[in-house]
């Protein structure tokens, strides 16, 4: 990364968390979708069929404030080492 790239990480890190969260999805946006070719066909195949079980009400959504305090709970070892590490809806997560 070059050095004004790290500058301007280093910036948008101290920004609050909802200013992040706008700055990500601007350049997400800018950037645009990747490239196929790029991502391989066995996972652009898992991503069409994950979107369209989600256009379809088939799974449940969990919210991102939710998943981001499950992870910092796991990554602090502060989860319940009785709880499932994977809920319903959220296949594939562990």
């Known amino acids: 990364m070059s050095p004004t790239a790290e500058q301007l990480l280093s910036s948008a890190l101290a ?3 909802s200013e ?3 700055l990500a999805a601007a350049l997400l946006a800018a950037v645009g979708p990747p490239c196929p070719e790029l991502i391989g066909d066995a996972w652009l195949a898992e991503l069409k069929r994950r979107s369209a079980e989600i256009d379809a009400g088939e799974v449940v959504m969990t919210p ?5 305090r499950r992870v910092h709970a796991r990554v602090s070892g502060l989860e319940d080492s009785a709880r499932p590490t ?4 959220e296949a594939g997560v562990s």
């Open 15 to 17: 920004l609050p968390e």
């Open 86 to 89: 994977t809920e319903p809806g």
């Open 64 to 68: 991102w404030a939710e998943v981001k």
């Open 20 to 22: 992040q969260a706008e």
